[in-house]
């Protein structure tokens, strides 16, 4: 996947009304993405994505929607670097978390090892690591299963586990595929405050979801349709709101 640096671009748009740092923290220009079905000779070539392009900014909390099949997952994965483009790039600033649709865990291990592995991996030091891992635990309500192994955990216990991988470093950049799918309806409270407090000390959020039942919560909302990202024209990026040159520009399809 190749990577460029953005140009700053300015905005009028922001969680609190406000003008947008310069600075978007994610740029995804252009992402192009194919599958190939079928066995030669008869094969078919599937073109997921066709030139999406978007860009997240600090402190904004995005939805991103669409129907099954329209490549939501594919973007995502493409976004944190699992995946490669066909074309396009993607410019990352700053430390990402990930949580996928399907929990990636160890069956064997317990809550309190797979923060400890991650925590490690993420270059964390233990005490930063206990700390972050014990606020998660309280945030997500469910300290009581830190001895618990993967194997023995419930769905949604599951999917705590999972997002509070994601949540561990504290990243910049907080990439969501359908998070809450599992929770209870107190979990998906809390979820909500998490995303919150995040969103008020300038952490950026980008949730995939196949529909918005509360779109209040978020600052917009970004629709995969037809291989494409459509979304409101003052969204900050698009047409109507970039500034001389297009620099981050978005295209739109009707």
Known sequence: MSTETAEPTTTGQGPDAGVLPAAPVLVASGIEKSYRRGVWPVQHERRVLRGVSLALYPGEVVG????????????????????????????????????????????????????????????MTPAQR????????????????????????????????????????????????????????????????????????GRSVLIISHFVTDAERFDRIVTLRGGTAVQPPDAPGSASAAPPGGALTREAVK
């Open 64 to 123: 991103l929607v669409g129907e099954n099949g329209a490549g939501k997952s594919t973007l995502m994965k493409i976004l944190v670097g699992e995946l490669a483009p066909d074309a396009g790039a993607v410019t990352r600033n700053g430390l990402l978390g990930y949580c996928p649709q399907q929990p990636v865990v160890y069956e064997r291990l317990t809550c309190d090892e797979h923060f400890e592995l991650f925590g490690h991996a993420y270059g």
């Open 130 to 201: 206990r700390r972050s891992a014990s606020g998660l635990y309280v945030a997500l309500g469910f300290e009581r299963y830190a001895a618990t192994r993967a194997a023995q955990l419930s769905g949604g216990t599951l999917a705590k586990l999972n997002l509070g991988l994601a949540l561990l470093p504290d990243p910049a950049v907080l990439l969501l595929d359908e998070p809450y799918a599992g929770f209870d309806f107190d979990t998906y409270l809390k979820f909500w405050g998490l995303v919150a407090a995040r969103r008020e000390v």
